[in-house]
């Protein structure tokens, strides 16, 4: 396998071609960005961890009946997935109050909801990501009603099993941010990446954060918390 030419580069990845026309490279870096690209920096490490647990995650996924884009490990930072043309939504599942959810409709961060939440953005930075709805999806052209009904079925089900999954190694998943991507014969799959950069996890006990909101809110730490994740997703 190849690595061709770079193709696009992300806040936290770049995407490479290589020699077979519907495989990617996925290269991880470990840059941080949060508010829109406003704050920047760097946590050590963050590549690595996020690529392999991403991987981790995805591989379970896949097992339990999610198609994903994952193909192969290559590397610590590298991974090899389908081709795929990213849906642009940000498809976010709550389980508990926190961040923008909180703000929006004043409740406190932990807080329980009676139901399990389930928001779309719309991915377009200049925009910051505005909440949409699934008739202004169908009326942008996004996705089709169809499309749409198996992402939040997938997403449902992720919530499902990763919830199970985390709550076996003391961490609660508050919420995350699931992206999808359509392979070149049309099929949905579970793309970008499940990592402490895009959920909210909180250690069960102790309610300590241990995602990247401590790089977003300035807390300290970061480091130390994602490598307690890769600790207990991966034994090392
Ligand atoms: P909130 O809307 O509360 O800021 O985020 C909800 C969840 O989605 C959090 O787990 C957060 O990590 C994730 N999320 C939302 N938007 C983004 C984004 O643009 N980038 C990343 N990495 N995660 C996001």
New binding site residues.
């Given amino acids: 396998m190849e690595k061709l030419e770079q193709l696009y580069e992300g806040k ?1 990845k770049k995407v490479f071609k290589t020699d077979e026309p519907e495989l990617y490279i996925v290269d991880y870096k470990d840059d941080a960005t949060a508010l829109n690209g406003l704050k920047k920096g760097t946590i050590h490490n963050k590549g690595i961890i996020n690529n392999r647990v991403t991987n981790h995650l995805m591989k379970l996924l896949e097992a339990d009946g999610v198609p994903t884009h994952f193909v192969e490990e290559l590397s610590d930072r590298e991974t090899l997935v389908k081709k795929v043309t990213i849906i642009p939504l ?1 498809v ?1 599942v ?1 389980n508990i109050a ?4 909180s703000k929006r409709l004043g409740l406190p961060e932990g807080a329980k909801l009676q139901s399990t939440v389930l928001e779309f ?1 719309y991915k377009d930075d200049a925009l910051g ?1 505005p909440m949409v709805n699934e008739y202004h999806i169908a009326a942008l052209g996004v996705a089709t009603k169809e499309e749409l009904g198996k992402i939040a079925e997938y997403s449902f089900h992720v919530n499902r099993f990763l919830t199970d999954y985390l709550k076996d190694v003391g961490i609660e998943l ?4 699931l992206e999808f991507g359509k392979t070149t014969d049309g099929t949905i799959v579970l793309a970008d990446e499940i990592s402490p ?4 996890f909180w250690d069960s006990k102790t309610h300590e954060k241990l ?2 909101d401590r790089f977003r809110r300035d807390m300290g730490g970061e480091e130390d918390a994602y490598k307690e994740i890769m600790k207990r997703l991966l034994g090392e």
């Fill in positions: 936290a940000e976010i709550r926190a961040g923008s959810l953005c990501d508050i919420d995350f941010k950069d895009t959920c909210r995602d990247k």
